[in-house]
Nanobody, 112 residues
């Protein structure tokens, strides 16, 4: 059974930075496209960044130039710089093309 655990969230001021981490157990996900998603209350979960097994990355326009996704073995990271209030959400990682259960996510709050 695949378990995903996200960490690294917190409360930061606008313009601040956070680095999110995701670790997977129960599977070797080195061969999977992995993504970071976020969800605001009452909204659908959206994919904000993803990375292929070979390291090719893509981002939603709203985070381009500010967020960087990376991976290492069974870890996926999201470096978030220049945080804005609208980045406030619960962040999750998951595979793009697999039906793995969602983890608990990690809360990112951007506020002065």
């Amino acid at each position: 059974q695949v378990q995903l655990v996200e960490s690294g969230g917190g409360l930061v001021q606008p313009g601040g930075s956070l680095r999110l981490s995701c670790v997977a157990s129960g599977i070797d996900f080195s061969g999977y496209d992995m993504g970071w998603y976020r969800q605001l209350p009452g909204k659908q979960r959206e994919l904000v960044a993803h990375i292929s097994p070979g390291g090719t990355t893509a981002y939603v326009d709203s985070v381009k130039g500010r967020f960087t996704i990376s991976r290492d073995k069974n870890m996926v990271y999201l470096q978030m710089n220049g945080l804005k209030r609208e980045d406030t959400a619960v962040y999750y990682c998951n595979a793009l093309f697999a039906s793995w259960a969602w983890g608990q996510g990690t809360q990112v709050s951007v506020s002065s």
